[in-house]
C-alpha cells in the first residue's frame, strides 16, 4: 500500500489515499468525493450522511492475516441503497496492492475479488433464475438483477464515480457455493466482475471485533411498545429487523428515514385488528430436529387457481446458534422446514430440479402474493408482495424456489410432523393434517424394505420345514386296489382279481335288505328295490393298515370318455368304529360345439383327508355312475403321510400379502399426494390444473 | 404394524410346521362314528352290510 497525503481541493483539510488501488477519497471534513487524475486531484461530488447500519467492521481496521486470508485493511466504504434497503461494500487493500470488496450477505462474510470479466449478456437481458456459463469461471445462476444507487461513502474508493450515481448489477450463484456479482455500472457493458466465498468472521482475523460480537449478544431482544396501539413488543432480532407487524393491532411498523434496522419504529400503515393469527405466536421458541429456533414473524400467503384462493403460512425463524434465517412452511396442517441454498447449486428443468445429486419432481407452481404479516422482518415486507412459487418435491425433502422481476431464491428443506411442530412450540392447537402433504413422507418409506425381508426368512423357514416334513414323512400306499364293471346293467364293480369279479360278485355284497314298506304300495316298492340295488353296488376292502398318524392322499382314476363315476369312500377304523367320509369323482367330457372343441373335467383326482391314526381300517366303496355310460373300471390309491404341496404355497401367498398390500399403500398414498398438484408425478402439467404462471414463461 | 406383521408370519409359519408334520389337512373328509352293530356283528364291517341304503 502507498499513502499519499494531500489537501481536499473543496475545503482544503487534509485528506489522504492510504492505498495504490484508492481512486478517490472521501474528505472527512467536507465529505466531497475527491478523485485524483494524475498529479491532480478533483472535487467530484459530495456524499450524503452515512446510514447507521449493524456491520461491525469500521476503514481503518486490519486483519492479522489467517490460513483463509492474507493480511489487510480496511480503506474505505461504499454504502448503496435499493430503495429497499441499504448496505455496505468495504474496500479493502492487500499488502500487495491488490484490493477486494468485504460484503455481508445470507448471514456470512463475502470476500470479492476481481477477476477479468467473461463475456456475458447485457444487463437488460438478465433474468433471476437464468443459468450462465462464465467458461473458466464455471456456470453459474442469476440470482438477483438490481440497480443501486452510490448514497455515501467514506475513506478511498477504487473506482471514480460521482456520488448518486446509479449501479447496474447482478448477483450470482455458483455451483460451489462461491458468489459473483456482474458490475455493469451505469452503462450497458460489463465493468467488473467479482467472486468471492463465504467466509466466517474468525477467518477474516480482524482485530477489534470482539466488542461487536457482545453488541450483537446484547441486542437480541428488545422490548419497546407499539406507536399505534401502545402494545408491549419485544424484538427478537433487533439487529436485523426492519418491518415490524404488531401482533396486536395488525400496525405495520417501520423507520421512514432508512431502508436498514431504524432507531425508532414508526407506524407506516395503521390497522385496528390483526389481520390473522398464527397458530405459532411470533417470539415462540423451540428445537426442531435437534436446533433451537425463535420465530420472528409470519405471513399468510395465497393463490388463486380456477376461481378459488388458496392460504398457506409462512413463518420466518432465526436459527438460534448460526443466526441464520430458515421458514416453516404450513399447508393445509402439513409442515416443512426450508432453509436458503445457494441457487448455482440447483439445477432446474422444466419437469425436475436437482440439489446435491438428489433429484426433485415439480409438483407445484403459483403466482403467491403475502396477504397478511405479523411478527418481525428483515426486509421491507409488504401486502401484495407477489413472486412466482414453486415447488419440487422428493419426499420427505422439498426444494422451493421463489422468484421476483428482481431476484430469485431457492431454498431446501424436509416435512416436519405436526406432532413434533406442536411439542418443539408447545402449541397444541396447530391445525389437523388433512390429506397428504407434499412432501409428507409415506408412513412406510423407512421400514417397507423390513417388511420384506421378514416375508422372505419366513418364506425361506417355511421351505424348510417342508423339505423336512417331506424328508420324514411316510409316503407309504396303503391301499391300491382297481374294480372292474361286472354288472353293467345294476351297475355293479367289483376288485380285480377276485372271485366276484370273474362272475361272482353278489358273494362279496351283502344280501339285500327286506323292503320295509307294504308291497301294495307301488312307490315304496320302487324304492324298496331302488334301495336294494344301491346296497348290493357297496363294496367293502380287506384291511389295511397305517402306520403312523398323517394325513392320507386318496386318489381315483378312472377311464371315463364323456360319462363319470362318483365313488362315496368311507375309511373305518376297525378297532374303533371311527370313519371318515368322502367322495371321489372321476368324470371326462369333451365334444365339438360350434367347431370350437371343448373338454372338462379329470379322469382322476386326488382328495386330502386330515390326521388319518395308526391302526386297521376298512375301506367302504360306493360308486355311483350311469346307466349306459359306466366306465369300464375305476382305481383307488391310499397314500399315508404325504406332505402337502399346496399348503407352502398358501402359506408363502399368505406371507407375502401384507408386503404386497403396503404396494397398494403406498400407489394410493401417492396418488392421493398428486391429485392435490398442478402436475402428474411424472412431471407434466395436468389438464386444467390452473397452473397460473402460463404466461410469465 | 411391523411388530403385528412379524407375530402373524411367525404364527403363519409354526401353524403351517404343525399342519406338515401332523398331517393337518382342510376340509375333504367327513368324520363320524359307524353303527356299533357293525362292529358286533359277526364278520364285522366286511360280511355285515350296516350301511344298507346308505344311512
Redesign the interface.
Known amino acids: 500500500m502507498s499513502a499519499r497525503a494531500a489537501a481536499c481541493p473543496n475545503c482544503g483539510a487534509e485528506i489522504l489515499f492510504s492505498a495504490g488501488t484508492s481512486v478517490v477519497t472521501i474528505c472527512p471534513q467536507c465529505r466531497s468525493a475527491v478523485a485524483r487524475k494524475g498529479v491532480n486531484l478533483e472535487a467530484i461530488g459530495v456524499v450524503a450522511e452515512l446510514v447507521p447500519t449493524s456491520s461491525p467492521f469500521k476503514v481503518g481496521m486490519r486483519s492479522r492475516g489467517t490460513k483463509a486470508m492474507k493480511p489487510f485493511a480496511i480503506v474505505g466504504r461504499l454504502q448503496l441503497s435499493t430503495g429497499e434497503g441499504t448496505w455496505d461494500e468495504w474496500h479493502v487493500a492487500f499488502a500487495d496492492g491488490g484490493y477486494a470488496w468485504l460484503a455481508e450477505a445470507q448471514g456470512g462474510f463475502w470476500m470479492m475479488l476481481p477477476l477479468a470479466p467473461p463475456p456475458v449478456p447485457e444487463w437488460t437481458q438478465l433474468a433471476p433464475g437464468q443459468s450462465l456459463d462464465l467458461g473458466a469461471y464455471g456456470r453459474f445462476a442469476v440470482a438477483e438483477v438490481r440497480q443501486a444507487t452510490y448514497v455515501s461513502a467514506e475513506g478511498d474508493l477504487p473506482f471514480e464515480a460521482p456520488p448518486g450515481s446509479v449501479f447496474r448489477y447482478a448477483d450470482l450463484s455458483g455451483a460451489d457455493g462461491s458468489l459473483g456479482t456482474l458490475d455493469y455500472g451505469d452503462d450497458p457493458g460489463l465493468d467488473g466482475f467479482y467472486v468471492g466465498r463465504r467466509l466466517e468472521l474468525e477467518e477474516l482475523g480482524i482485530e477489534g471485533l470482539a466488542a461487536w460480537k457482545d453488541r450483537k449478544v446484547a441486542a437480541k431482544a428488545q422490548a419497546l411498545n407499539c406507536p399505534s396501539c401502545g402494545g408491549a413488543l419485544e424484538l427478537k432480532d433487533p439487529a436485523n429487523t426492519v418491518r415490524v407487524a404488531c401482533p396486536h393491532c395488525g400496525s405495520l411498523l417501520g423507520g421512514k428515514a432508512g431502508d436498514g434496522p431504524p432507531d425508532k419504529f414508526e407506524v407506516l400503515k395503521k390497522l385496528s385488528a390483526v389481520p390473522f393469527k398464527p397458530a405459532i405466536p411470533p417470539g415462540s421458541e423451540g428445537a426442531l430436529n435437534g436446533h433451537p429456533y425463535t420465530v420472528l414473524g409470519a405471513l399468510q400467503k395465497s393463490t388463486t387457481s380456477d376461481g378459488a384462493t388458496y392460504f398457506w403460512i409462512e413463518y420466518l425463524l432465526k436459527e438460534q446458534k448460526s443466526e441464520a434465517y430458515h421458514w416453516l412452511a404450513e399447508s393445509n396442517g402439513h409442515f416443512t422446514l426450508l432453509e436458503p441454498v445457494p441457487g448455482g447449486e440447483v439445477e432446474a428443468s422444466a419437469r425436475y430440479a436437482t440439489y446435491k445429486g438428489a433429484r426433485y419432481r415439480i409438483f407445484s407452481r403459483s403466482h403467491a402474493t403475502v396477504s397478511a404479516v405479523v411478527g418481525e422482518f428483515y426486509w421491507a415486507v409488504s401486502r401484495g408482495e407477489a413472486t412466482i412459487a414453486t415447488d419440487y418435491v422428493a419426499p420427505p425433502r422439498m426444494l422451493s424456489s421463489e422468484s421476483s422481476d428482481a431476484e430469485s431464491a431457492w431454498t431446501e428443506g424436509a416435512y416436519v410432523p405436526r406432532d413434533d411442530v406442536a411439542a418443539a412450540f408447545r402449541t397444541p392447537d396447530l391445525p389437523v393434517p388433512s390429506g397428504v402433504g407434499a412432501a409428507q413422507p409415506w408412513p ?1 418409506e423407512g ?1 417397507s424394505h ?2 420384506w425381508r ?2 422372505r426368512l ?1 418364506a425361506l ?2 421351505i424348510v ?2 423339505v ?2 417331506k424328508v ?1 414323512a411316510p409316503k407309504k400306499v396303503v391301499f391300491d386296489r382297481t374294480y372292474d364293471l361286472v354288472d353293467p346293467v345294476r351297475l355293479v364293480y367289483a376288485e380285480r382279481g377276485t372271485p366276484s369279479a370273474a362272475g361272482g360278485w353278489a358273494q362279496q ?3 339285500a ?1 327286506k323292503p320295509a314298506s307294504a308291497p301294495g304300495n307301488p312307490v315304496a316298492a320302487r324304492e324298496a328295490k331302488e ?1 336294494a340295488e ?2 348290493q353296488r ?1 363294496i ?1 376292502s ?2 389295511f393298515e397305517t402306520t403312523r ?4 392322499e386318496a386318489d381315483i382314476w378312472a377311464p371315463t370318455d364323456n360319462s363319470w363315476v362318483d365313488v ?1 369312500v ?3 377304523a ?1 378297532g374303533t ?6 367322495g371321489l369323482v372321476s368324470d371326462r367330457y369333451h365334444g365339438v360345439d360350434g367347431g370350437e372343441s371343448w373338454s372338462e373335467g379329470q379322469q382322476s383326482r386326488t ?6 391314526p395308526a391302526g386297521k381300517w ?1 375301506a ?1 366303496l ?1 360308486p355311483e355312475t350311469e346307466r349306459g355310460q359306466a366306465p369300464p373300471q375305476f382305481r383307488v390309491r391310499l397314500t399315508s ?1 404325504v ?2 404341496l399346496s ?2 404355497v398358501w ?1 408363502l401367498v ?2 407375502f400379502v ?1 408386503p404386497f398390500l403396503l404396494i397398494f399403500s403406498r400407489l394410493s398414498w401417492e396418488g392421493r399426494r398428486w391429485a392435490e398438484s398442478d402436475f402428474t408425478s411424472s412431471g407434466g402439467e395436468r389438464p386444467g390444473s390452473g397452473s397460473d404462471t402460463d404466461s410469465d414463461e | 404394524m411391523r411388530r403385528i406383521f412379524q407375530a402373524f408370519g411367525g404364527l403363519l409359519l409354526l401353524g403351517y410346521a404343525w399342519a406338515a408334520f401332523t398331517g393337518w389337512e382342510t376340509g375333504g373328509a367327513v368324520k363320524h362314528e359307524t353303527l356299533p352293530q357293525g362292529a358286533r356283528n359277526a364278520g364285522g364291517y366286511r360280511t355285515w352290510h350296516f350301511w344298507s341304503g346308505g344311512k
Request: hydrophobic share 50%; glycine share 6%; no cysteine.
Open positions: 412406510h421400514t423390513l417388511w421378514t416375508a419366513l423357514a417355511a420345514v417342508f423336512a416334513a420324514t355284497t351283502a344280501p335288505p334301495e344301491a346296497a357297496v367293502l380287506d384291511p398318524k398323517a394325513n392320507m362315496g368311507s375309511l373305518i376297525e368304529g371311527e370313519a371318515r367320509s368322502f382328495v386330502w383327508v386330515s390326521r388319518v376298512v367302504r360306493d403321510g406332505p402337502h399348503q407352502l402359506t399368505l406371507l401384507p
